[in-house]
T-cell receptor
């Protein structure tokens, strides 16, 4: 089984809809991250968490919220989706002094 | 200026060539330097990392860091078509600090 799983893998939705992307891990790492990737812009950090009670904003948190329901689960929500949130979204887990991060397979989100 | 700069490419080489991928960074606090490989429509996978200055070798891949010039390199020897992917450099101060990624360089290795 994969260390990091993301659901759904693909989602098409309409402007104004609420969307939740889910991430779960099997490694027991404390650090979890949400990134979005756009062509030409690279990976941008949305939110990150070091513990169930610890949530931190990344560089592009506006329009997003997160929930760390358990050590192994970290969800990303778009309360009212807009077209410029169309992107590839990745969840990652981190570990060690180096903070090696391991990524999930991604969710391709399209907002019409 | 972005904290980590990386030429987007694409970089096209013939099979068997030596490939050099590079990044520059601006924050002197960065201590760890990583290279990720990302195939199309897949998540990035960690190739290797180095701590501070120096070289690290893993098979056909060599990572090199020069902190004095804030320059990071990844060399691929005997490149293969299966190496065709986007390569992202990333830096961090370690521990619980976040990673800062370059935008990635697309590499195309032709048979």
């Amino acid at each position: 089984d994969a260390d990091v799983t993301q659901t759904p893998r693909n989602r098409i939705t309409k402007t104004g809809k609420r969307i939740m992307l889910e991430c779960s891990q099997t490694k027991g790492h404390d650090r979890m991250y949400w990134y979005r990737q756009d062509p030409g812009l690279g990976l941008q950090l949305i939110y990150y968490s070091f513990d169930v009670k610890d949530i931190n904003k990344g560089e592009i948190s506006d329009g997003y919220s997160v929930s760390r329901q358990a050590q192994a689960k970290f969800s990303l929500s778009l309360e009212s989706a807009i077209p410029n949130q169309t992107a590839l979204y990745f969840c990652a887990i981190g570990t060690g002094q180096v903070n090696e991060q391991f990524f999930g397979p991604g969710t391709r989100l399209t907002v019409l | 200026q972005k904290e980590v700069e990386q030429d987007p490419g694409p970089l096209s080489v013939p099979e068997g060539a030596i490939v050099s991928l590079n990044c520059t960074y601006s924050n002197s606090a960065f201590q760890y330097f990583m290279w990720y490989r990302q195939y199309s429509r897949k998540g990035p996978e960690l190739l290797m990392y180095t701590y501070s200055s120096g070289n690290k070798e893993d098979g056909r891949f060599t990572a090199q860091v020069d902190k004095s010039s804030k320059y990071i390199s990844l060399f691929i020897r005997d490149s293969q078509p299966s190496d065709s992917a986007t390569y992202l450099c990333a830096t961090s101060a370690g521990g619980y600090s976040t990673l800062t990624f370059g935008k990635g360089t697309m590499l195309l290795v032709s048979p």
